[in-house]
């Protein structure tokens, strides 16, 4: 029988495999950031154990960073000293840092990609739940906890049950107006935020095929949303034209030599996945959510469902849900007004990302009474986005351009949305509080966003755009 893409690279790493189906999984890849590693490196220093292969790790800081006046002392006392933690324990163990200002700083998904650290066939770990998003390279890619930070730390090594196995597959050219979010979205709409518990996905398709790197990394950031342990999409020639002539890539004969082994890398033709599911891209429309998880959202122009099917403690939720966004059954989410507009994160923070809204936004004004705050993932992607001109487009249009950060993703710095507000948001949660003490936040797309931060409400970015 043959393996599949995920069976190929994780077998290729394990170690040891022990009693209870659990594997010594080597690490390739270890990225850190400010929040989760203080804990694992105070562990290592009670120990007295240094990083095993700290040229295998790279931090950078993200979660706790201000988004403005970068060149300032961070203002909030907690996040300075933590920034200043983290910087002191990677210079102690050797450890690369972008430190916050520095051309090479930015949200940790972001620039591992784009410094092309970030390669097929690898295993990547970080205490960062989207740490799924280098799936999009055809590497087992995954979340970690603080007690695992600190095993790879010490050891480049971790211990992992191996998760089962599921290809979605997506066919099909996607219609004006739908984005690489609307199409994760909208999966994660159809299997539940759960469906995906105890898998590791693999995309697959006409769809998937079609889909730039960035926009591949979009849906590979959000396979967690669907509860699966990581997403993944096998290595083509789009992911070789990305990585090739980065700055931490193999260069020249050594590059044309990695070519020839990521293309190994796929699902062979007889390989066997514990579950499937298949979609058409037809179906997919422009999304948004209406509820306080992913697994919550309809297409742009349709009603928020009622409780009719659910039972017991989906039921309870359901309702729980409706009542903290204040929606009722029936209502269309087209016309509901909004407060604010974040543009950002880890998964659509990217270059494509700002040159969709830019686009869309030209020639247009920025309904008064709505915040936005858009957030480019890296210094890289803001020194792009001003030497494009795009500043200045979104500029005309009422926008500014911030500075890289996670920003509004989650409330860790001073981008908050406050109790009761509305938010559209292009970050990957709508838990409640998430973006701050009683916030709403509305997932959706860049064009769905752009849409609501010139009308002031939900709108059709097609009929907004005249896509």
Known sequence: MGKTLFDKVWDAHVVKSLDGGRSVLYIDRHYIHEVTSPVAFGGLKRRGVKVARPQNTTGTP????????????????????????????????????????????????????????????MTIVCGDSHTSTHGAFGAVAFGIGTSEVEMVFASQCILQPKPKTMRITVNGKRGKGVTAKDIILYIISQISASGGTGHFIEFAGETIRDLSMEERMTVCNMSIECGARGGMIAPDETTFRYVCGRNRAPQGDDFDRAVERWKELYSDPDAQFD??????????????????????????????????????????????????????????????????VFLGSCTNGRIEDFRQFAWAVRGHKKADHVTAWLVPGSKAVEAQARAEGLDKILAEAGFELRQPGCSACLAMNADKIPAGKYSVSTSNRNFEGRQGPGARTLLAGPLVAAAAAITGMIADPREVFNL
Not at 65 to 85: C, D, G, Y
Not at 103 to 114: C, D, F, N, T, Y
């Open 62 to 121: 993200d979660h706790n960073v201000p988004t403005i006046n970068q060149h300032l002392p961070v203002a909030e006392e907690q996040s300075r000293r933590q920034l200043e933690s983290f910087e002191q324990n990677c210079r102690e163990h050797g450890i690369e840092c972008f430190t916050l200002g520095s051309p090479r700083h930015g949200v940790v998904h972001i620039v591992g990609p784009e410094q092309g650290i970030t390669q097929p066939g």
């Open 275 to 340: 579950k499937e599911y298949t979609f058409d891209a037809a179906d997919i429309e422009p999304m948004i959510t209406y509820g306080t998880n992913p697994g919550m959202g309809i297409g742009i122009t349709g009603r928020v469902p009622s409780e009719e099917g659910l039972s017991g403690s989906d039921r309870i939720s359901f309702r729980k849900a409706l009542e903290y966004m204040d929606f009722k059954s029936g209502e269309p989410m087209i016309g509901k007004k909004i407060d604010y």
